[in-house]
């Protein structure tokens, strides 16, 4: 019986399986003494690593972070790459005097995930099943101001960029399906009955859903397309929910809101620079020449000079994958506590800052209402009422936020919700997909 193949290359997470007959069996990838299921969509370059051309070397995955954590700020670390494959304004980066593209970078990473599936189950089939978001995320400051009329040719240039960065990652023949079709595949896999069920998929840069009918007798009598009755999308998730603690909490301790003097004139520290820290995989941007003159500059006249020094300090030292862990840390336990701290030390940057689930979720109601309005799109266009829906089937990271868990409970009510495998279930629904 031939083996079908699915990877989940996601915005911070990926993962990739295999599966015949029905039976899936996930990737497993090293990490430190352990091994993990989810491969981190990370790379790391050591400036000491060069391949015979003197090309930098690069390390993906769990690797690249063990390796960036024990560098101590040194190399550089890339992530969040797949939210730039709808941006016609990031081409490509030079790494240490060497120019790459995106779909490069991409690639890489791919070409390890590979790696590691190969080392599992040895042969694999030329044939791919990959997931893509219903809606891209667009690389614009402000997602919602793209044109209904224009995302037609964003989805169709984002998938050609990711397309070429597979084959380039060593996957010839790649066919893709949406995230949330993928995860309804899973979640059939533990029904005996049919069900019309509704799938949330919160990923690092989209939230995904789909309305599906699934079940045994869909599979007996063969699936069709019309079984998937509609999608919806929104290009926000776990990273806008971690960059509105960055804004509410941290930024405000690096300087934002505060003044210099330059010139005889009180001006404010400029709002740019905290607009790129709120966005993780911006913040390593800031570390250009100009951006460090200029922030030396105005520690010098600074009416907070402590703060410009934290912020300097974590620039200059790349420690922006670290202080979003701090972060994370803090929103994972604000999904079973009603406190928590953001804790984070290194050098200056000093940080012990309560944070409470009420005021998380004041910050983060931009997004929860985003959510709710794209759940409810879906509902109108496909003319299904939630009594209709016999479950709910949420996954991703985000779907364990007890305010995200709600928008679903207050509609369908709890006794339909149903969860699981939230970092894998997509990667499985695929490999199901292509058998």
Not at 298 to 312: H, K, N
Not at 365 to 378: K, N, Y
Request: proline share 5%.
């Amino acid at each position: 019986m031939s083996r079908s193949l699915g990877l989940d290359f996601g915005t911070t997470n990926s993962a990739i399986a295999a599966a015949v007959g029905g039976q899936v069996q996930l990737t497993r990838f090293p990490f430190g003494p352990k091994t993990t299921e989810t491969f981190r969509s990370v790379l790391y370059f050591d400036p000491e690593e060069m391949g015979p051309d003197r090309r930098p070397l690069s390390i993906a995955g769990p690797e690249a972070i063990e390796t960036y954590l024990q560098a101590d700020g040194h190399g550089r670390l890339l992530q969040s790459l797949k939210s730039y494959l709808a941006s016609r304004l990031f081409k490509a980066t030079h790494v240490y005097g060497h120019k790459f593209t995106l779909e490069a970078l991409i690639g890489l990473i791919a070409r390890d995930l590979r790696r590691g599936a190969l080392a599992q189950f040895g042969d694999l089939p030329e044939r791919i099943v990959v997931g893509r978001p219903v809606r891209f995320v667009s690389g614009r400051e402000d997602d919602s101001e793209v044109d209904p009329s224009a995302e037609e040719e964003i989805e169709q240039y984002a998938l050609g960029r990711l397309s070429h960065a597979l084959r380039l990652g060593g996957f010839s023949d790649v066919v893709f399906e949406y995230e949330p079709v993928a995860a309804a595949y899973h979640y059939e896999s533990r029904l005996s009955q049919d069900e019309l069920v509704l799938i949330a998929d919160f990923g690092g840069g989209t939230s995904d859903f789909c309305l599906m009918r699934v079940g045994p007798g869909v599979r007996a009598r063969g699936r069709t397309r019309k079984d998937i009755l509609g999608t919806e999308g929104v290009a926000l998730a776990g990273d806008a929910f971690d960059s509105r603690i960055i804004v509410n909490l941290i930024a405000p301790l690096l300087g934002k809101g505060s003044h210099y003097v330059t010139q005889g004139k009180r001006m404010p520290v400029p709002p740019w620079l905290y607009l790129r820290l709120a966005r993780w995989h911006h913040m390593s941007f800031l570390k250009t020449r100009d951006t460090m003159h200029l922030l030396e500059d105005i520690v010098r006249q600074a009416e907070r000079p402590a703060a410009i020094e934290a912020l300097i300090h974590l620039v200059d030292k790349d420690l922006g994958y670290r202080l979003y862990q701090a972060v994370e840390r803090a929103k994972v336990e604000l999904s079973s506590a009603s406190h928590s701290r953001v804790v984070f030390q290194d050098g200056p940057l000093r940080l012990d800052e309560p944070v409470s689930r009420t005021d998380f979720e004041s910050w983060i109601s931009p997004e929860l209402t985003a959510i709710e309005q794209a759940v409810t799109a879906l509902l109108d266009k496909t003319q299904v009422r939630p009594e209709q829906v016999d479950a709910v089937f949420t996954t991703g990271g985000s779907s364990l936020v007890p305010a995200v868990r709600h928008i679903f409970a207050r509609r369908f009510g709890e006794d339909r919700l149903r969860s699981g495998s939230e970092l894998t279930s997509v990667a499985s629904g695929l490999a199901l997909c292509g058998g």
